[in-house]
T-cell receptor, first 110, second 113 residues
Framework: KQEVTQIPAALSVPEGENLVLNCSFT??????LQWFRQDPGKGLTSLLL?????REQTSGRLNASLDKSSGRSTLYIAASQPGDSATYLC?????????FGTGTSLTVIP | ETGVTQSPTHLIKTRGQQVTLRCSSQ?????VSWYQQALGQGPQFIFQ???????GRGNFPPRFSGLQFPNYSSELNVNALELDDSALYLC????????????FGPGTRLTVT
């Protein structure tokens, strides 16, 4: 069974700092990997989707990388802003379903 | 373009009762997946529907069942509610041929007392 781990569980940084969120998974036979943002009590907002054949995806200040062989993905956020404060979830696609980590709770301090 | 919508927003039920949650997929999306998210946890896959048929199921008992309609909207039914069923229930739809990217609705918060 696929296990997804996100470290750290919580992170607090000053505004303007660059930061990296980590996601690891146990089975490298994945279809894709998707990063999401979740605000308290809300649904998930898709940030980036990386197909298994890709190494990275970029959108604005966000860059996600994928290393299937080592079972790792990172989400890089440049020049963090208070509005980036949220929980960030990674989800690994295997067949018809996604396996989620428990998320990293990010606080950006003004 | 309307995104994924879910109803109701919040729901309070009593243990042993039955509940139906509804999801309207994003326009053009033919696949719907349902997830359960307990407080402080990541979402857990319940099942997926494609062309009105169940197309994969997670580790949930048979009292969790679903339907998909010809317009690709979907229902999640839970019978014999238990206290541990209290959670945020999320619906996600996916377009055809887009690498299975999922688009989530706002969720339904179910509280079982």
């Amino acid at each position: 069974k696929q296990e997804v781990t996100q470290i750290p569980a919580a992170l607090s940084v000053p505004e303007g700092e660059n930061l990296v969120l980590n996601c690891s998974f146990t089975d490298s036979a994945i279809y894709n990997l998707q990063w999401f943002r979740q605000d308290p009590g809300k649904g998930l907002t898709s940030l980036l989707l990386i197909q298994s054949s890709q190494r990275e995806q970029t959108s604005g200040r966000l860059n996600a990388s994928l290393d299937k062989s080592s079972g790792r993905s990172t989400l890089y956020i440049a020049a963090s802003q208070p509005g980036d404060s949220a929980t960030y979830l990674c989800a690994v696609g295997v067949g018809n379903q996604f396996y989620f980590g428990t998320g990293t709770s990010l606080t950006v301090i003004p | 373009e309307t995104g994924v919508t879910q109803s109701p927003t919040h729901l309070i039920k009593t243990r042993g009762q039955q509940v139906t949650l509804r999801c309207s997929s994003q326009s053009g999306h033919n696949t719907v997946s349902w997830y359960q998210q307990a407080l402080g946890q990541g979402p857990q896959f319940i099942f997926q529907y494609y062309r009105e048929e169940e197309n994969g199921r997670g580790n949930f008992p048979p009292r969790f069942s679903g339907l998909q309609f010809p317009n690709y909207s979907s229902e999640l039914n839970v019978n014999a509610l238990e206290l541990d069923d209290s959670a945020l229930y999320l619906c996600a739809s996916s377009p055809p041929g887009q690498g299975n990217e999922q688009y989530f609705g706002p969720g339904t918060r179910l509280t079982v007392t």
